[in-house]
């Protein structure tokens, strides 16, 4: 309850909490406001916004309705960057766990190995994956999730080393307790918050990457979604740049409104760093 | 020299990540659809099977993966990256080309964000929770949601069309031969966005880390002594505060150098910059997987050499580290 009343203390955290439900709401309502297909034609092309009451904000290059678009978007990017972050923090948490627990030659393994994905640019690797699997919404986002699971192991890890070694660890240990036991009920639980709160940095970055592959025209050409609009927007950039700017605007605000809340959250749940 | 060896020590260990990155990216290309073969047969305008056949057998990719995989490590020993079948030139020759753009791109919006976000975060330090420290902390947040991308575009839009102070994109204007000191004012003047562009993003976090720093160490008991020994506010921050507060920011530098490089993928593509990234783009779009292979094997080294720079750039603001290696 503390934590919650510290949170709402906070206007940046407010204001971006406000933010992200709007652009829930949009992702929710594009189906009851636009139900039509965002990406069939819908009237003349390159119509700038406000020329036409049916399209507050203008028509694309092939005469699709912008508005409908950054709608459908967002359920694209909120999609993408919601599964996405669940599975870099799952694969996270659980090679942190693993490697923090265990330590010795299997924390050895696993951090080359998160090492490995550390060295590699993320967005390099990101392309190497799209070139092998193609670029459906499916395998998008499981790539985006791949690239992104080495910070969140790193922070787990750090959990657990401190927390392996904690009296209530120990006592869990006198009472026969098995690994998978101390893992998953004791430590896990006390070693999760600040992996939680870092999920906001990871969703962020994930709603960026795709809408950068998005751009470059390697990601589902089939979903109308904010970087395949701003990619389409770059033909007709000398004269209709709103094209492009909308959905850029779009993007800027979720990526800001998810930071604003994880950085709440951590301020609500950390009150000591607070003061910083 | 102890600064030295204990870099020297970092770096050897990053060679079995070099090692496992390799491996780990060869066998997941095998999954790729198509090969060299394939390609070169589509640049040729189709062939016969035996053809194919011939060239898979010239090209050792009728081996088993394993040996493939021998091959390839054995001839990386000698700095032969392969061939690419699309550029018609060896990996190596085709890389080597767009290096110098690449680097020169990063090490501009490097220094673009280092200094700025310095600055920045000294002056919201100074003044911390008023007007300025809340303005310089709002757009540092804005910056960090900021697709690059799409600024990229923005920027064009604002300064290439409508003010058209600064070109658009490409690296030199090819329209004139210029030598000497002309070139170089005209290629700088061709980085100007790329390279704001790219630096935005580590602007912004820069700048956050800056100012985190800079209030921690302000609280220290030596910034205390300083003062108490009447020292003016200017020379304890310069002097004394600086120098500490750095540390964080520059091990970030070497964290980040392949986010640096990754998002030089987009920023070159958007600006048409002849360099690594966007040639990391083309393969894909191309299919050229051998020089694919090639670039993440340079960016590794890439972001290894950084991290060693950095190393040695560490030891040089902190003394304390020689004196416990």
């Not at chain 1, 406001?33 to 020329?51: C, E, T």
């Not at chain 2, 575009?153 to 329209?175: C, K, R, T």
Request: cysteine-free.
């Amino acid at each position: 309850m503390d934590a919650l009343k510290r949170y709402f203390r906070s206007p940046a955290a407010v204001i971006g909490l406000i933010l992200l439900l709007v652009v829930i709401a949009m992702a929710l309502s594009a189906g009851m406001l636009y139900p039509r297909d965002p990406l069939a034609l819908a009237g003349r092309p390159l119509l700038w916004p406000f020329a036409n009451p049916r399209f507050p904000l203008g028509t694309d290059n092939s005469g699709r309705d912008i508005a409908a678009q950054i709608f459908y978007g967002a359920r694209i990017s909120l999609l993408i960057g919601g599964v996405a972050t669940l599975i870099a923090v799952a694969i996270g948490v659980w090679v942190g766990a693993l490697a923090g627990y265990y330590g010795g030659w299997i924390d050895n393994i696993l951090m080359r190995i998160t090492d490995a994905f550390q060295t590699l640019p993320n967005f390099v690797l990101l392309l190497v994956l799209v070139a092998v699997f193609g670029s459906t919404l499916t395998t998008v986002t499981v790539a985006v999730g791949i690239v992104s699971w080495p910070a969140p192991a790193r922070l787990t890890r750090a959990e657990f080393l401190s927390l392996r070694n904690r009296e209530f660890v120990q006592a869990g240990k006198t009472l026969g307790m098995g690994d998978a036991q101390l893992i998953l009920r004791e430590i896990l639980p006390n070693a999760l918050p600040p992996v939680i709160v870092y999920a906001s940095v990871v969703m962020a970055v994930a709603i960026l990457l795709e809408s950068a592959l998005a751009f470059l025209h390697l990601s589902d050409a089939n979903v109308a979604s904010w970087g395949n609009l701003i990619g389409l927007g770059r033909d007709v950039l000398r004269v209709q740049w709103y094209v492009s700017a909308i959905p850029g605007v779009a993007i800027l605000v979720t990526v800001l409104a998810v930071s604003l809340v994880g950085q709440g959250l951590n301020d609500a749940l950390n009150p000591r760093l607070k003061q910083r | 020299m102890r600064i030295l060896s204990l870099a020297e020590r970092r770096l050897a260990a990053s060679i079995p990540t070099l090692i496992l990155i390799l491996i780990g990216v060869f066998l997941l290309l095998q999954f790729a659809p198509g090969d060299t073969v394939d390609a070169m047969m589509a640049q040729m305008g189709g062939g016969d099977a035996a053809t194919a056949r011939e060239l898979r057998h010239f090209y050792g990719l009728d081996l088993s993966i394993p040996a493939q995989l021998a091959n390839y490590l054995w001839h990386l020993v000698r700095l032969d990256l392969g061939f690419s079948a699309i550029y018609g030139k060896p990996v190596a020759a085709v890389i080597l080309e767009r290096l110098p753009a690449t680097l020169l791109l990063m090490t501009a919006s490097l220094s673009f964000a280092f200094f700025f976000g310095l600055v920045f975060g000294v002056i919201a330090a100074r003044g911390v929770n008023k007007w300025p420290d809340t303005l310089i902390s709002t757009i540092g947040l804005i910056f960090y949601a900021t697709p690059s991308f799409w600024f990229g575009l923005m920027a064009i839009v604002v300064f290439s069309i409508y003010l058209q102070w600064l070109p658009a994109g490409g690296f030199e204007d090819i329209g004139e031969v210029r030598t000497g000191i002309w070139r170089v004012v005209d290629i700088a003047r061709h980085l100007v966005l790329p390279a704001l562009t790219l630096g935005l993003i580590f602007l912004a976090i820069y700048l956050r880390i800056m100012r985190a720093s800079m209030l921690e160490v302000l609280n220290l008991d030596f910034v205390r002594t300083a003062r108490a020994k009447g020292l003016d506010e200017t020379r304890i921050v310069t002097r004394h505060v600086l120098r500490n507060a750095l540390l964080p920011v520059v091990t970030l530098i070497g964290l980040q150098a392949g986010t640096m490089l990754g998002g030089s993928v987009v920023v070159e593509t958007v600006f048409s910059l002849p360099g690594l990234g966007r040639l990391a783009y083309e393969s894909v779009v191309q299919r050229d997987l051998n020089t694919l292979l090639g670039i993440v094997f340079v960016s590794a080294l890439l972001v290894i050499s950084v991290n060693f720079i950095v190393d040695l750039l560490y030891a040089q603001l902190d003394p304390r580290i020689t004196a416990e290696g």
